[in-house]
């Protein structure tokens, strides 16, 4: 299953409201899940199963989607927000990632 | 605290092995599926291989396939990825990472990484 984000890369500014989105090359049901990177860090669980936020994740975050059509929106960016996010679908072997979307400062 | 830290990396030559480890701390170890994935310098994020808690069943990427072998030790609270005929593309920091036990194959903790790189 091929996995596909856009855009590649966005410039927002602190406080904006962006969208990323992710389609999967056949349908996978609620199975995607989102991470966040910083630069020289391990990627960090957002949310799974489609919509569902880890425990300590921002309300800000947010994700929707079923099927083969995603997205991951953030409210109100904050300075700590600018990463690089990956979507992965978790339906069947291998389990794989986009191609990341890298958030930058505006 | 949940801890994941890999160990083994290195600088080696095409067609040798290397043995990843990675030792876990803060959670029941043998209760978790586990997972390695892989980011090769500049480049995105691949999944390598998994192992269950149950059964000890495996999968690997095709890219890996037939190379590459996980395993866990549930005494020890480690898990490993024995590697061989080692690629210049398997140049990458190698991850392990535990699976969400509420969601298949989303991973909640991930080590720090490991670099391999394959050179001559």
Do not use: E
């Given at each position: 299953i091929q996995v596909t984000?856009?855009?590649?890369?966005?410039?927002?500014?602190?406080?904006?409201?962006?969208?990323?989105?992710?389609?999967?090359?056949?349908?996978?049901?609620?199975?995607?899940?989102?991470?966040?990177?910083?630069?020289?860090?391990?990627?960090?669980?957002?949310?799974?199963?489609?919509?569902?936020l880890k425990g300590g994740v921002p309300l800000r975050f947010s994700a929707s989607g079923s099927g083969t059509d995603f997205t991951l929106t953030i409210n109100s960016l904050q300075p700590e927000d600018f990463a690089t996010y990956y979507c992965q679908q978790s339906y069947s072997q291998p389990y794989t990632f986009g191609q990341g979307t890298k958030l930058e400062i505006k | 605290q949940v801890q994941l830290v890999e160990s083994g990396?290195?600088?080696?030559?095409?067609?040798t092995s290397l043995r990843l480890s990675c030792a876990a701390s803060g959670f029941t170890f043998s209760d978790y599926y586990m997972t390695w994935v892989r980011q090769a310098p500049g480049k995105g994020l691949e999944w390598v291989s998994y192992i269950s808690s149950v059964d000890g069943t495996t999968a690997y990427a095709d890219s890996v396939k037939g190379r590459f072998t996980i395993s866990r030790d549930d005494v020890n609270n480690s898990l490993y990825l024995q590697m061989n005929d080692l690629r210049a593309e398997d140049t990458a920091v190698y991850y392990c990472a535990r699976d969400d036990s509420r969601a298949v194959a989303a991973y909640d903790f991930w080590g720090q990484g490991i670099l391999v790189t394959v050179s001559s």
């Open positions: 984000q856009s855009p590649s890369s966005l410039s927002a500014s602190v406080g904006d409201r962006i969208i990323i989105s992710c389609r999967a090359s056949q349908r996978i049901s609620t199975y995607l899940n989102w991470y966040q990177q910083k630069s020289g860090r391990a990627p960090k669980l957002l949310i799974y199963a489609a919509s569902t | 990396g290195g600088l080696v030559k095409p067609g």
